[in-house]
């Protein structure tokens, strides 16, 4: 029994790395391709760029390492049940429930990987990512003004721009949130330019032909709506360069824990810190249910195409991926309690892997 699970384990580790870099790769790939952009046409030096990139892979893990773990198992026993390698092991009076007991210690293990990188690694790198944008944004400001995506690395401004050519704009809309839940204040501009600021470490925008809402000083809820030929705005960053606030993705679960207990002190909700809290614990088990999950896949899907049982390990790895974010979604609105919501797609997903695998030794 032991020389047939040293067997089977081995036929799993090879899968098991190529899927992880496959996945990890094609991931970052789509970061790549904005980095070599920061590189080529912004300036910014290949180191800070390579440090940027290395801080993706840890976080990508968190997403790929599960996936991969699915997708070994079902690749590895797909051959072998194809191979007639399980009748084999049944003919010999194996039961096949004695070869979840290698792969269920497989799963605590990479499960305990992942409680780390849940808790520690993602939110370190994570927060290591803000700050080193932070400071590229000190030293090369006009590095973080990227068409198509929403820009909040000036403190107290969200900015918005469709296409950017050289130090030319098109089509700008810039957020200006206001303090005690007054009304946001937004600016919007048909086209503009922009001048940087090395010595001060800033950038003055330029804003030609737009519309501004500009508080009543009567009555600072109000706005009114006023056309403008020009408008000046200077983005700084030199202040908080160094400064980066931490966010719920960059803290570790003590971390989390002791916000939690502020917040609830103070009165204030706290359900964005809870939800991220318990996803953090909740998806450091996924490679343990994704384990139990493929066994029994791979085994009853034996007489398909390998075409299939990749449809398959993407179908359930999709699945839970989305019912997750359902689940965070649900979470953060306050509509159900992180405590108990963030533990659905565990909940649904183990029984569905106990219910496969019992049937599977029925059979």
């Known amino acids: 029994m032991k020389t047939l699970r040293s067997y089977i384990l081995f036929e799993c580790i090879l899968p098991f790395f190529l899927a992880l870099g ?116 000190g030293s090369n400001p006009t590095a973080l003004l990227e068409p198509g995506v929403f820009i909040n690395s000036f403190d107290g401004k969200v900015i918005f721009i469709h296409k950017i050519n050289g130090t030319k704009m098109q089509n700008v809309t810039i957020w200006l949130p206001q303090p005690d839940g007054k009304p946001t204040r937004t600016i919007i501009s048909k086209k503009g330019e922009f001048i940087q600021i090395p010595e001060k470490k800033q950038i003055l925008l330029k804003l030609i032909d737009g519309t501004s809402d500009e508080a009543d ?21 030199s202040k908080h360069a160094q400064k980066v606030k931490k966010k719920p993705k ?54 398909r195409a390998k075409t299939a049982n990749w449809i398959i390990t993407i179908l359930f790895a999709s699945a839970y991926y989305l019912l997750s974010l359902g689940c965070e979604a649900l979470s953060i609105e306050q509509i159900a309690a992180p405590n108990i919501i963030m533990w659905g797609p565990d909940v649904l997903g183990g029984f569905t892997a106990l219910i496969l695998n019992y049937r599977l030794n029925r059979i």
Not at 47 to 76: D, R
């Open 250 to 303: 960059g803290m570790s679960l003590k971390e989390l824990k002791n916000e939690m207990n502020r917040l609830g002190m103070l009165m204030v909700d706290s359900s964005r810190i809870e939800t991220e809290y318990y996803r953090k614990i909740a998806w450091s088990f996924s490679p343990l249910i994704f384990i139990l999950l493929g066994f029994p896949l791979a085994v009853i899907t034996n007489r």
């Open 217 to 237: 000083l009567k009555n600072p809820n109000n706005f009114y709506k006023l056309n403008f030929k020009n408008l000046f705005i200077t983005l700084d960053t």
């Open 22 to 137: 496959v996945l990890t790769c094609v991931f970052l790939l789509g970061n790549l391709v904005q980095l070599t952009h920061m590189v080529i046409n912004k300036g910014v030096s290949l180191a800070v760029v390579g440090k940027i990139f290395l801080l993706y892979i840890p976080t990508l893990l968190g997403y790929t390492m599960p996936f991969a773990c699915l997708a070994s198992i079902i690749m590895a026993f797909s051959r072998l049940s194809n191979d007639n390698e399980i009748i084999a092991i049944r003919a010999s009076g194996i039961y096949l429930k004695r070869l979840l007991v290698p792969l269920f210690v497989i799963g605590i293990i990479f499960s305990l990987i992942s409680f780390i990188l849940n808790d520690r690694v993602i939110p370190y790198t994570h927060h290591e990512q803000k700050k080193m944008f932070k400071i590229l944004g």
